[in-house]
């Protein structure tokens, strides 16, 4: 969901850096982001009508939306952060102003365009002069909630609710940076306190924005590990999976309820639910990929950086294809598939997986990046 952007050699913060060489851009992290986003599909289009199938349950603890959001939340903390944390860049009120400038035109355009199409397509009946009158008016679908990211108001793009989220942590990152130089212990330290106060006081993903800053800040440590022969790095692959393994052992019976004890342990006792959880096996995830010089080559082919720099544009698309499937799918399965539900569950996943890559394409080339220049170019004009 978002945009990883270049490391350049050169830097303006610590002096020691000026001797680094040419860092490459981070590929393999926009491939994770576009697998991510792809997952996000799969999820939704099982959600939307199989959910109920136990074949279905078990497929969504692998594509499961809500994890891959996690791993979303997670890699924002760690590509905003990462230059600023190596450069040592200062973060000043100027920095403040021209990075929460940026976030904005990086996010804003493109979600508010396809609220704009959502609403229009979901009201359509009411005649396009008369929906906007009455939006302007009286505002009785919740229009402007939803397009400023008002909480609670997601009800044309139910993923919006995480650009809520995504806006309003981004915008606590360089925060964040601040406590994690004091020290990464303190900044454990904060992010275990907040799930201490718990959900009602502290958004728990700052915590999933915190992991991404620790990864960040020991990146070096992680792609190029100081003692390569320690057990757990020669057996991460294994613990790695071992934890994978077991969330979706927990996952399994998060599907099918907990059992009470086990859900008072996690809920009310630890404050960890499956979104905390995830975050956590998110960033393991994140970690194994950048210590794996095979992965992170896997990863820089052109086919994964094509899905990361158009995911931003599928994950705000791929909910009107399956919408629009929705409140058509008995005519549309009759027409299609005959009548089989299990051929048209087929026909639906692959055309909702071309047409989103479709439109995050064109989303990504005349919306994103063309907003994402000019709040670049606002933002310069700001620093002098």
């Known amino acids: 969901m978002l945009d990883l952007p270049s490391i350049p050699g050169q830097t303006l913060g610590n002096p020691s850096t000026l001797m680094r060489p040419p860092t490459e851009r981070l590929s393999y992290l926009d ?7 792809i997952f996000v599909v799969i999820s939704h289009v099982i959600a939307s009508h199989w959910h ?20 979303f939340f997670v890699l924002s903390g760690l590509v905003l952060s990462h230059k600023v944390l190596r450069d040592g ?8 102003q021209r990075f929460a400038l940026e976030r904005m035109f990086r996010l804003y355009p493109a979600f508010l365009l396809m609220i ?19 939006t302007l008016l009286h505002n009785p679908h919740f229009f402007w909630e939803e397009a400023m990211l008002v909480r609670g108001h997601h009800d044309h793009f139910f993923p919006g609710w995480t650009l809520g989220v995504e806006v309003a942590m981004s915008l606590l990152v360089p925060f964040l940076i601040l406590i994690a130089r004091q020290g990464s212990r303190l900044l454990v330290f904060f992010l275990a306190a907040s799930l201490f106060a718990g959900w009602f006081y502290v958004s728990q993903f700052i915590v999933h924005f915190g992991l991404g800053i620790l990864l960040a800040k020991h990146f070096d440590q992680i792609q190029r590990p100081a003692q390569p022969e320690k057990w757990w790095f020669r057996h991460r692959l294994p613990l790695l999976l071992a934890v994978v393994l077991g969330y979706m052992v927990v996952h399994y ?42 992965l992170r080559n896997f990863f820089s082919m052109p086919f994964f950086n094509f899905l990361g720099k158009i995911s931003y544009g599928v994950y705000l698309s791929h909910w009107l294809f399956t919408t629009y499937t ?25 055309a909702t997986l071309l047409l989103s ?28």
């Open 326 to 350: 929705m409140a058509n799918f008995e005519a549309l399965k009759s027409q299609f598939a005959g009548g089989d539900e299990l051929v048209f569950f087929f026909q639906f996943l692959a």
């Open 52 to 71: 109920w199938m136990d074949e279905a349950k078990l497929a969504l603890m692998v594509f499961n939306g809500n994890d891959a959001v996690c791993l």
């Open 253 to 294: 019976y998060l599907t099918y309820d907990l059992p009470k004890a086990l859900n008072d342990l996690l809920y009310s006792i630890l404050q960890l639910n499956d979104y905390t959880l995830a975050g956590f096996i998110a960033a393991a995830i994140i970690a194994y990929v950048i210590s794996s010089p095979g």
């Open 31 to 37: 491939a994770v982001r576009g697998l991510a986003a």
């Open 89 to 96: 860049t200062p973060i000043t009120a100027n920095y403040y």
């Open 116 to 134: 704009f199409i959502y609403y229009v397509y979901l009201h359509h009946a009411a005649g396009f002069g008369n929906l906007w009158r009455e």
């Open 357 to 384: 890559i479709l439109s995050g394409l064109a989303l990504y080339h005349f919306v994103e990046m063309p907003f994402i220049k000019l709040g670049k170019k606002l933002a310069a004009k700001m620093a002098n």
